[in-house]
């Protein structure tokens, strides 16, 4: 998990990296979770919080420039 101090020092370019993987990560826990594989639910909330923050942050950037 990146705090959101080190998120806001990432370039666009990095952060629009990070959304993809968390977008699989994600997709891969959903999947993991209709199998009846998943160990950890609360990581489907973390990583769906992570990927909004980094939405966020993105979001931010592009309306400052």
Do not use: C, W
């Not at 909330?45 to 909004?52: I, N, S, V």
Request: no cysteine.
């Amino acid at each position: 998990r990146m705090k959101k101090q080190n998120l806001r020092e990432k370039t666009v370019v990095d952060l629009q990296i990070r959304e993809k993987e968390l977008a699989e990560q994600l997709f891969a826990l959903r999947l993991q979770k209709v199998v009846g594989q998943l160990e950890k639910p609360a990581k489907i909330r973390t990583a769906k919080r992570e990927l909004a923050r980094v939405l966020t942050i993105i979001r931010e950037k592009q309306s400052e420039a």
